[in-house]
């Protein structure tokens, strides 16, 4: 990857990200709870659903002591409409195991990664966002995005594809921002360049999207 030209990005979009940003509950702070639990909610799920649940949820679990005791039955009722009940089940295991460590959240990506149901990419969102780490979080949406700045002619859902965004986006991270970057890559993939017929010109980056 071009990663002078994508270097030219970070500014233009973290610029963006301030001005366009979605208030979202999630987005209120840092606590890396806060910043899972969304993650896992928000996996195949569009973010206006996940609002309501994400309220219910706090609510009835504020923190990983209450997730981790919480009922199975009332954790899948909570759960009830997000379906992939295992997402659920995992979840309240990494509460557990979190719970056991008096409630503290690894702050390495490789602490993030043994937690039960964390991949590459929760762990990447909790780094960067809880942690300011320089750690890409890669869904669909930033693959989607890097792929056509690219012009990618390869498939993007293999690891290796991933793997090597990773790499690339992690050379260009910006000191002191790095949850914002990650953030805002999201919400360029979910609101402008989304699948379909992306909006180009209401793209912060345009300029340096060799697709467009």
């Known amino acids: 990857m071009d ?4 270097s030219q990005t970070v500014q233009p979009l973290l610029g963006w990200f301030q001005a366009h940003a979605r208030t979202l509950p999630w987005r209120a702070d840092r606590e890396p709870y806060h910043v899972w639990l969304s993650e896992i909610m928000l996996q195949q799920t569009r973010v206006e659903a996940v609002r309501g649940y994400y309220a219910r949820f706090l609510a009835a679990a504020p923190d990983v002591f209450a997730l981790a005791a919480l009922p199975e039955a009332q954790l899948l009722k909570l759960w009830e ?11 309240q295991a990494c509460a557990q195991e979190v719970a056991a460590r008096g409630g503290v959240w690894p702050d390495t990506v490789e602490g993030l990664l043994a937690l039960p149901g ?11 966002i809880a942690y300011g780490l320089p750690e890409p979080a890669v869904d669909g949406n930033v693959l989607r995005v890097l792929a056509r700045m690219e012009c990618f002619g390869e498939s993007i859902g293999s690891d290796k594809v991933k793997k090597r965004f990773r790499e690339a ?3 260009i991270y910006p ?21 379909g ?3 180009c010109a209401r793209c912060p980056v345009a300029a340096y999207c060799a697709a467009h």
């Open 197 to 199: 017929t992306p909006s």
């Open 118 to 128: 964390i991949g590459p990419y929760t762990a990447g969102a909790i780094a960067s």
């Open 169 to 171: 986006l992690r050379d």
């Open 3 to 6: 990663t002078h030209r994508l």
């Open 81 to 91: 409409g997000l379906g992939y009940y295992t997402r659920a089940r995992k979840a």
């Open 175 to 195: 000191t002191g921002e790095c949850g914002a970057f990650t953030s805002a890559l999201m919400e360029l993939g979910e609101t402008v360049c989304t699948v």
